[in-house]
């Protein structure tokens, strides 16, 4: 499938979704492919639906949805736009702002090429149930774009396969539907896809869409709506369906090649990466300047996500037990954390008294902190690639670091010192897997079977079953190497509802940091504003570095004022 991607014509596919109408019906242009000369055979097929596939790849789309963390309390943003969504999160955003556009076009654009499979699969000379089979995987991706619209803008005009583009274009004023409209028709293009989808792919198309990752986005789909008991219908399907879906052991394994292929992966964006392959994902934007090609971090982890990191034991982390006072002190922040280099500047003179310590610490918490995280003076040196060569950098904290990569150094790009993240970030030159910064080859996970589990386990929950969601949060626990629920000290009990919720709201922050979903958890939860507004965002030794500012009208995205100037039917969202 990767390479199905890789090699479609996708200027050419564009041309699909818009035809200028300049030529007799009968008549196609030589240098150019048009609806009428490409729905030929199942090539052209799959063609066009490889193409709806490659539209999740854009950055404005699903190809760096790890900084739609920069929104949430668990990461902080460095930069504008999708990058690092500065004006969103600081509150600095209005209707014209051109990310909202630009996600809007971008989710569009998926419905756009969906629409134009299915409406033109119906000629092409092939078997009906292929016919079908197409028919249901692209019905499945026009969802998963609606449901993205849906959960940041509300009701959104509806545009089928019954939409004949090339003569609607200039008159495509519909009205937006309602929430619950939109919703329905996911869920009916979702039950299609659930009844026609295969259960498998052979390993030539392996990471296309099956009839588990369509239970998988409905179970989502009805758990954000909070249909629990329909939910967890639908997830129980995705588990005990036969899918063979199971959790990969090894969780920092998930996130290079080889993890990112196993059966935790329920849906992905498909990358790849090298010289002949630079079809990949941006490390650009999560990676520090040790890494690869040199790279900007416009995501960074807060401090909160660290610290929400447990002992294996399961003990909640505790700064001031280490260092009284560190909490409330940033004096006894920097006396933790502060080396001293040299007069040249290039190489650290004198180390902190506490590394020791702080290497002992981070060796006692949940083993998910170090695979995501880079930590100050770990053991665990970042395996960079500097100057063309392999280069082991260490994270250093001092009052002005004037050393970097070239020295072993690891560094924020902005200059801040901030913790930086090891997910997703290519080590050393991934054995020559990545030879472009913009191009790494790892899957990047839309769903995994851990987040069914938890969903399912939230599902359970909220009907009342504390002890079956206890079971599946236990089944994420086990497999990141730490003590499971209700296994003895009080600190692990986890038995009413409340209790209960408040492990899945952990477990899913800490499971999925750097993954996107923080986001939307905290919005439907009903906590993105009590959890984000007036949020300080602090670096390691406490200085403030900017401040999260949430209203009430973020709940829901603006429509983009270009739409509402080009079409007066559409309503704007309250407050924008």
């Known amino acids: 499938m990767k390479k199905s991607i890789k090699h479609i014509g996708l200027t050419a596919l564009s041309s699909l979704l818009l035809l200028t109408g300049c030529y007799d019906m ?20 799959k063609e066009g639906m490889m193409g709806i596939y490659s539209s999740l790849k854009k950055d404005d789309a699903f190809g760096i949805y790890y900084t739609r963390d920069c929104l949430a309390d668990i990461g902080i943003g460095l930069n504008w736009g999708v990058y690092g969504f500065i004006e969103v999160a600081q509150g600095q955003s209005n209707s014209t702002t051109g990310l909202f556009k630009d996600i809007w076009k971008r989710m569009y654009d998926g419905i756009a090429r969906s629409n134009t499979l299915i409406t033109n699969i119906k000629r092409v000379d092939m078997d009906e ?57 996911i869920l009916a293009d979702l039950e299609y896809a659930c009844s026609t989808l295969p259960k498998a792919w052979d390993d030539a198309d392996k990471g296309r ?11 989502k789909v009805l758990l ?75 995501l960074v982890p807060s401090v909160e996500l660290v610290d929400m990191y447990e002992y294996k034991d399961g003990r909640p982390f505790d700064w001031d037990e280490l260092f009284p ?15 001293t280099f040299d007069a040249d500047g290039k190489y650290v003179a004198e180390y902190p008294e506490s590394v020791a310590t702080l290497q002992k610490m981070y060796a006692e918490r949940d083993p998910r902190m170090e695979s995501t995280i880079i930590l100050p003076y770990t053991a665990n040196k970042y395996k960079g690639w500097v100057n063309n060569a392999a280069k082991d950098c260490e994270m250093i904290i001092a009052p002005s670091n004037p050393s970097n990569e070239t020295n072993g150094y690891v560094r924020n ?21 990545i030879t472009d910064r913009f191009h790494s080859p790892t899957n990047f996970p839309l ?35 730490i003590a499971l629920l209700n296994s003895g000290p009080s600190y692990l009990q986890a038995t009413g509802k409340e209790q209960v919720f408040e492990r899945i709201k952990h477990e899913r922050a800490i499971e999925f940091a750097a993954e996107g979903i923080r986001y939307n958890d905290l919005k439907r939860w009903g906590l993105l504003i009590s959890m984000t507004d007036n949020q300080a ?40």
């Open 325 to 339: 006072g560190f909490s409330t002190d940033n004096t006894v922040k920097e006396n933790v954390f502060y080396s």
């Open 537 to 576: 965002q602090v670096d390691v030794v406490g200085k403030v570095l900017s401040t999260k500012a949430t209203e009430e009208k973020y709940k829901l995205w603006p429509i983009p004022q270009e739409e509402i100037d080009m079409n007066e039917n559409l309503v704007q969202n309250t407050g924008w």
């Open 224 to 298: 954000y709506n909070k249909q629990y008991q329909d939910a967890a219908t639908a997830f129980e399907e995705v588990c005990n369906g036969g899918y063979g879906y199971a959790l990969y052991p090894d969780y920092a394994g998930l996130f290079k090649p080889g993890g990112d292929e196993s059966t935790e992966m329920i849906f992905a964006v498909q990358n790849l990466g090298g010289a002949s392959t630079a079809y990949g994902m941006p490390v650009h934007y999560i990676a520090n300047r040790a890494s690869y090609g040199g790279c900007i971090n416009c």
């Open 26 to 45: 009968d008549q196609y242009p030589a240098d150019k492919v048009s609806s009428g000369s490409f729905w030929q055979d199942e090539a052209d097929a």
């Open 413 to 433: 790009a902005f200059g801040h010192n901030t913790y930086l993240y090891r997910k997703f970030v290519p080590e050393y030159d991934m054995d020559g897997l």
């Open 129 to 185: 149930s292929l016919i079908n089979q197409y028919t249901a995987e692209a019905r499945f991706m026009r969802a998963f774009f609606y449901n993205e619209l849906l959960n940041l803008y509300g009701g959104v005009p509806i545009y089928d396969e019954t939409t004949e583009v090339d003569k609607e274009y200039d008159n495509m004023y519909k009205t937006r539907n309602t929430e619950e409209e939109v919703r329905n028709f």
């Open 209 to 219: 869409v099956t009839r588990g990752t369509a239970y998988a986005l409905k179970g």
């Open 447 to 481: 769903i995994r079977y851990a987040d069914v589990l938890l969903m399912l386990a939230e599902c359970y929950n909220e009907n009342g079953n504390q002890p079956k969601a206890v079971e599946l949060i236990n089944q994420v626990r086990q497999r990141a190497g």
